[in-house]
């Protein structure tokens, strides 16, 4: 495994590998990599010829009181990891070659950038969809590989690839989650045992809203109700939302026809965890 | 010489050119072809392989009160140019091909995209940075030409193209004028016969910038007011914005060290006109 450190260095590893008319995936990461990143590091290495795992923690999609500078960095492990998954590259690029100085372009993809979790969190996703427009120019992968556990996320990069003509295919892997529920996130770290328990409440509020259109519930305003209950009653989480969406554009859904996803974010302590479901009736 | 219509037509193109090692220039116009895009598009022939010339009027980059669908419309006369000058491809897209249902993705360059011509027209080069990102990712071209007349475009276009990693130099070709100095435009045409007499005014005011600059004068407020005056003799003409600026930042120079671009905007009747000159001292 190659690890790949410059912004030039990555365009001329492209270059030659679409030369040769190889197929690149590409797995955008930030890092401090678990067993979700695994699995879309599996999924990359079954469909395309050659895999580049991106790890570059993000400044821009920080907010100035987000966990930028406490993000967890465990660029020792991670590349190990890599190595094990029989990854071709580890793009880790410091801030500079990202943002170079003078650096001033941004990419929004309006709508789905504010609602959800950016209405909570203001320029999150312009962070995320400029850098991920940057990934895709700079490797031009065949494919992108997203973790559905960020589902607004994944929409919108569906959204912006598109919209840009960034030509790649975007797969989205289903969730992966410990054992009693929990899905699997970088910041579950900064759990305390207690905190660890109490935050499957999320994972249990969705299940209950699932199960609820599966015994034949239709009414968006009702799910929300089944799943506040589970939630509220785990005193250490704090509400911050629980949606019933369309799952293309994460509107709210006042009545449910074939597909909904079911969104959810709380917090535990100074934790924000987001989890979701897609259901389909 | 081809006329591709359709996105995924071009991006097939694009891709087979380059599987061939082809070199491709691109130059993006909004059609209504006169001697400066001539001159574009011979700098392109002369270095590029393969030529594209992209025919797209840009709705994304006309305010609500612009003359959009005014906006002169010569797809015939175009056509005969393009395919006298060599061009290996016509990109004539309509509408919905490069902004399809859903589409909501904005590309701007912040800081530049907000002065002089941004501020006179708020999206204009948010629109323009867009367009441009997108006829680069279907084209994907070795080299894109843009005219000096729109200088400060240009400067947004190689920003924005080093800052996404689109991957093409950008040719900056200079501006051509009619025998009394009237820099070209397809916009010309709407000035009436004393209107066109009038329309000289602009870059009369420039050279009398650039004049004092080579006497000696250094004070951005001085050669200012030098080209201030020669305008406001003009009747016809309504200043918009006369300035002495930094040619990379755009930002005003209240000093001239080695290097300066004046820049001019004026109204004659409903027409809004442009100009600039670099000068080095």
């Not at 930030?30 to 895999?51: P, W, Y």
């Not at 967890?72 to 990854?87: F, N, Q, S, Y």
């Not at 989650?177 to 899905?183: C, I, K, Q, V």
């Amino acid at each position: 495994m190659q690890t790949i450190r410059t912004a030039k260095a990555m365009m001329a590893w492209s270059s030659a590998h679409h030369r040769e008319g190889v197929t690149i995936g590409i797995v955008p990461t930030m890092g401090a990599l678990h067993a979700g990143h695994r699995a879309l590091i599996r999924a990359a290495r079954l469909s395309c010829d050659a895999v580049v795992v991106s790890l570059f923690v993000n400044p821009a999609q920080f907010g100035p009181k987000e966990d930028f500078s406490r993000y967890p960095r465990k660029l020792k492990a991670d590349t190990a990891l890599c190595a094990k998954e029989g990854v071709d590259v580890l793009f880790a690029p410091p801030v500079g070659e990202i943002y170079p100085d003078g650096f001033q372009t941004t990419v929004s993809t309006v709508k789905l950038a504010h609602r959800w979790e950016g209405e909570r969190r203001p320029g999150h996703f312009d962070g995320v969809a400029t850098v991920v427009t940057k990934l895709l120019t700079l490797v031009r992968p065949t494919a992108a590989f997203f973790g559905q556990k960020d589902f607004q996320q994944a929409v919108l990069v569906k959204r912006l690839v598109e919209d840009l003509n960034l030509g790649a295919r975007v797969i989205v892997s289903p969730t992966v989650r410990e054992a009693d529920g929990l899905a699997l996130s970088s910041r579950n770290v900064f759990l305390t045992p207690g905190q660890r328990r109490a935050a499957t409440v999320l994972f249990q509020a969705l299940k209950a809203g699932r199960a609820a259109i599966r015994a034949g519930g239709r009414s968006g305003a009702n799910i929300q109700q089944v799943m506040r209950k589970t939630l509220v009653a785990e005193p250490l989480a704090s509400l911050d939302y629980l949606a019933v969406c369309d799952p293309d554009t994460l509107e709210p859904l006042a009545q449910i026809r074939d597909r909904a996803v079911l969104l959810g974010a709380i917090r535990i302590g100074e934790i924000r965890l987001i989890d979701n479901l897609l259901v389909t009736c």
